[in-house]
């Protein structure tokens, strides 16, 4: 193993119940309730432009695919910069102990830069990674491999000399056509989503790390 590289959202930090709350008060205005049920059953770890794509059909709203992204990522922006989103249990004292032990690290996030960059700097951890690679940077976001394969780039390592930590089906279908090690690491958002692709899977960022050493040794 020569990197650890993580998703972003729902593995480093709990932002999906915001990302929920943004899509409940966005439909709200659309005279559309939605439940918590509907987004994990549907919607937790997808792209936003499928997500819009998917509420508009669903809900019939009378708005565009695009429109609807920039009111979501705006709205998402400024609900972020009030309130950044917690880290995860064990989150920064794992990063602290993977970096001490000297891993490579990245972050490949289905999320775009400027969120990604605000959250990193909110909770002071740009010194811990060496790569970022963001849905900004690619074509393709995930489950697609782009954004693991560009922050396997970066880091100049082979993919399958890394190890990618995640906790939805989409951000594990990238990682594993990356042709990463990937552990999972379900939240109360993807508890029940199919996460069997995963070569492993663990309760918390601190028992995956544990994994992903031993495993190299």
């Not at 929920?20 to 659309?30: G, H, K, M, N």
């Not at 993977?98 to 010194?127: E, F, N």
Request: proline letters at 5%; hydrophobic letters at 40%; glycine letters at 4%.
């Amino acid at each position: 193993m020569q990197a650890l590289i993580f998703d972003h959202d729902g593995t480093l930090v709990d932002s999906e119940r915001h990302h929920f709350e943004v899509w409940r008060q966005i439909l709200a205005s659309f005279g559309v309730s939605f439940c918590e049920t509907e987004y994990i059953r549907e919607h937790n770890g997808v792209p936003t432009p499928q997500n819009a794509a998917a509420l508009i059909t669903r809900h019939n709203l009378d708005i565009d695919i695009d429109s609807l992204c920039e009111r979501k990522n705006t709205a998402f922006a400024e609900f972020a910069s009030r309130t950044p989103s917690p880290l995860l249990p064990t989150v920064l004292e794992t990063l602290k102990l993977a970096r001490k032990q000297g891993h490579k690290m990245a972050i490949a996030t289905g999320a775009d830069t400027r969120d990604v960059m605000r959250s990193v700097k909110a909770h002071a951890l740009t010194p811990l990674f060496d790569a970022i690679a963001t849905r900004s940077d690619v074509k393709h976001g995930k489950p697609a491999p782009d954004v693991y394969l560009l922050a396997c780039e970066r880091l100049q390592i082979r993919p399958h000399r890394a190890v990618a930590f995640e906790d939805t089906h989409t951000g594990v279908a990238a990682a594993k056509a990356a042709g990463l090690y990937c552990i999972a690491i379900p939240n109360h958002y993807s508890i029940h989503q199919d996460l069997s692709r995963a070569d492993a899977r663990c309760d918390t960022l601190a028992d995956a790390l544990t994994l992903a050493t031993t495993r190299a040794r």
